[in-house]
């Protein structure tokens, strides 16, 4: 089944103050998906982020959500929640209230229905607005096309208002649906216990008799006894408790029927539908029970959960993640990297996640967009982004790289370090440039006489599961990971197999 788009950026350019912060920057995202933008602090990544969730505005370019475009959209009306990097949590309210927020002043149903009436119009508006502001277009022309698209816009009002009126009657009629099976059952239940009123006088009647009969001293504590049983039902009849149920419960069914019927009729939760959701959202973060925590109570691993479910609580259509774990310790922001990975598993909806940490991108993501001064350059799994780096600043960024300058020799065969290795890539020309991409982890270590190259020791350092060895190879110093300890000034064999050697080409 082939992956449904959902938000692209076309041909986006942002400058601050004549510096080019987003340089056309072209990119699309699929449903469902995990995505995240890396690099360096200053490539843009956050930019980008915040044009997506409508915090910022492109110089030019479009941002498009389900085929429509967004630019003018501000953010509070857009299907897209963010969890900023300090997390924004209101102190002076309590755990519940935080994620309760965004429930109590915002209809996602009625933000839904806008965008769903713009989409029919989308093409024609955008079609008139390049006409617009096309030199060519004459000034009576403009007049028109001006109208035109004020005829649009009123249009789409009065759409709306007919869309809206018509979703009301139906939640009407659902919630009408939902509770008169359940209000009639209830009535009947009810009547059939008043029929019972004769039963319960006698029964009252028989529990004075046995009273009276048990008051007498005469009786001993086997006659007693004997009335036991029949006490405990007369007592269940007397009391009529299933005619106090049953009424209580139509009372809260008639309750609940007002509340959802007040809910209906202004497209928002009501309180009882606002506590279920939140309950939901802060199980999916592990903080149940912790509703009524104050903020300033809680751990920083603990507030970043709230500002999760905050964030996921109306289900949005795309989350926005800002280095959330920035300003965790390093064993919890380990744990909470696979705990947001399974989480968007769970919620089903588009995580597009910024940080500059290449683990975390290679640990959480489908997939990774890096990115270097505003433009980007790879898009691809995780897998391919680590073994087949398309240039030196994917391969050095993401892990560490070796990268050699080389010459291929043609038939899967390239010339680095004045030998011959055999490699996997073939598209080359024979004779052509290229770097030779090996990952430190990717050499093997033999014994000198079978070695390919050999390097000697300059330092070596212990990384607990292994060594990081830099080794000296004719002049250029080789990062070598490796299970087995070396001494500085050993000299060491290397080789690497064919299916390790990455090739890229060389623009420079």
Not at 246 to 261: F, R
Not at 321 to 335: C, G, I, V
Not at 345 to 351: D, P, S
Not at 364 to 383: E, L
């Amino acid at each position: 089944m082939e992956n449904k788009k959902l938000i692209e950026l076309r041909g986006i350019h942002k400058e601050y103050n004549g510096n080019v912060v987003i340089e056309n920057l072209n990119l699309y995202i699929n449903e469902n998906e995990f995505v995240t933008l890396v690099g360096p602090s200053g490539c843009g990544k956050t930019t980008t982020l915040r044009m997506i969730g409508g915090f910022e505005d492109p110089d030019y370019g479009q941002v498009i959500l389900d085929g429509v475009v967004i630019n003018n959209l501000p953010a509070h009306l857009r299907p897209i929640n963010t969890v900023f990097q300090r997390y924004a949590l209101f102190p002076h309210l309590n755990v519940f209230d935080n994620v309760a927020f965004g429930l109590r002043n915002f209809s996602r149903t009625m933000s839904d229905l806008k965008t769903k009436v713009a989409r029919k119009y989308e093409s024609e508006r955008i079609e008139l607005a390049l006409k617009l502001q096309n030199k060519n277009t004459s000034k009576e022309e403009k007049i028109q096309i001006k109208a035109k698209l004020k005829e649009i816009k009123l249009n789409i009002k009065s759409e709306v208002q007919v869309e809206k009126g018509n979703l009301i009657a139906k939640k009407l009629e659902q919630v009408e649906n939902k509770y008169a099976p359940i209000i009639k059952k209830l009535d009947e239940e009810i009547d059939i216990e008043w029929e019972k009123d004769d039963e319960v006088k006698k029964a009252k009647e028989r529990i004075k008799e046995i009273d009276a009969i048990l008051a007498d001293d005469k009786i001993d504590a086997k006659q007693a006894k004997a009335y036991d049983e029949e006490l405990k039902r007369l007592k269940k009849v007397a009391k009529w408790t299933e005619l106090a149920r049953l009424e209580q419960e139509k009372k809260q069914a008639l309750k609940d029927k007002a509340l959802e019927i007040k809910s209906a009729k202004s497209l928002m939760m009501n309180k009882k539908q606002i506590k279920e959701a939140v309950l939901e959202a802060l199980k999916l973060v592990k903080l149940e029970g912790y509703e009524n925590r104050k903020i300033d109570s809680m751990s920083g691993g603990q507030q970043q959960r709230v500002a999760i479910a905050r964030a996921i609580v109306n289900k949005p259509r795309i989350l926005l993640l800002d280095e959330p774990l920035s300003a965790l310790d390093l064993k919890l922001r380990q744990e909470m990297q696979y705990e947001l990975k399974e989480l968007q598993r769970q919620v089903g909806i588009t995580f597009i996640f910024v940080t500059h940490d290449q683990e975390e991108a290679l640990t959480m993501s489908d997939t990774i967009v890096v990115m270097d001064k505003g433009v980007i350059q790879q898009i691809g799994r995780p897998m391919d982004i680590y073994n087949e780096p398309k240039n030196r600043f994917v391969a050095n960024f993401i892990g560490e790289s070796n990268i050699i300058r080389g010459v291929y020799q043609g038939d899967k065969k390239v010339l680095f370090m004045n030998q011959v290795f055999d490699c996997v890539d073939e598209n080359f020309t024979k004779g052509e440039l290229c770097d030779v991409v090996i990952r430190p982890e990717d050499f093997d270590r033999v014994e000198l006489d079978k070695a390919k190259l050999i390097g000697v020791v300059t330092d070596i350092v212990f990384k607990g599961v292994h060594f990081e060895i830099c080794a000296d190879v004719n002049g250029m110093e080789f990062v070598i990971h490796d299970y087995e300890i070396a001494k500085v000034g050993d000299k060491i064999g290397l080789n690497v197999d064919p299916y390790e050697i990455h090739l890229m080409k060389v623009y420079d």
